[in-house]
């Protein structure tokens, strides 16, 4: 079962990717994600549910539309096959504690958390498309995502009672949130609002980690965002000047926190002997 679990949310995580490309290309348009069906952009025929299964109708077809063989970008196989790697990885990561939970309340808290880090990871793919190719990070995806993981990891809390996690959590959204506001209205140029706003996401989920994971993945960002900005300078894809969409690496640097801060943050403390 351990194996079987990560099988089946990797599948469905295949499924899910399929949508994010549906959103990725049409909530930055504002166009509904339900409506209308999925067609090609070239000679508008919708695609066939048999030309619709993720990452194989890719290949099967050549990456090519069937009706009029205008080029499909290989970025919506690849939104699918990243999707899928990524929901079974987690998944992998959390089966043993769901299957093996003490009770039936701590496997569906378990569960309840895997649901959370599936939706982080499912949006943060989604924004990662969108702010590369826009400079934006839509409130339609981000704000609803308060809600919602909210909900998810305050009925873990409660199921569990893990009212310090959920305290945490709760902090660690305002002070990200506070931290990256002022950041905006120091350097508007440099920091949007919706980096912001994403900001707040991050911090409820890193948090929820541990504080560990909160200070390891709010640094790690900048990180990540500094290391990128210095490569495009050096390769010459960009200038001092030039505008680097941030979300991406904020986005990074949260995975960095919520997998690895814990042992990040203790090898760091064992430098200084302060472990």
Known sequence: ??????????????????????????????????????????????????????????????????????????RYAIVELATALVFAGLAGLAAPGILTAASPAAAIAAGLELVALLWFAGIGIALTAID??????????????????????????????????????AAGAGILFAFYLALALISPRGMGMGDVKLAGVIGLMLGWAGWAS?????????????????????ARRARRTTGIPFGPWMLGGAWVGILLGEPIARGYLALFGLD
């Open 1 to 74: 079962m351990t194996a079987v679990m990560p099988l089946l949310v990797g599948v469905l995580g295949a499924a899910i990717g399929s949508f994010l490309n549906v959103v990725i290309h049409r909530v930055p348009r504002g166009i509904s994600v339900v409506t209308p069906l999925s067609a090609c952009p070239h000679c508008a025929v919708p695609i066939r549910p048999g030309d619709n299964i993720p990452v194989m109708s890719w290949l099967l077809l050549r990456g090519r539309c069937r009706s009029c063989a205008a080029p499909i970008a290989p």
């Open 132 to 169: 590369l190719d826009t400079h934006r990070l839509p409130d339609r995806i981000v704000l609803p995502s308060y809600a919602v993981l909210a909900a998810l990891l305050g009925a873990a809390a409660l199921l569990t009672g893990a009212g310090e996690a959920a305290a945490r959590a």
């Open 214 to 234: 909160l200070a390891v993945g709010a640094l790690a960002a900048f990180l990540l965002g500094g290391l990128a900005a210095v490569v495009l300078v050096v």
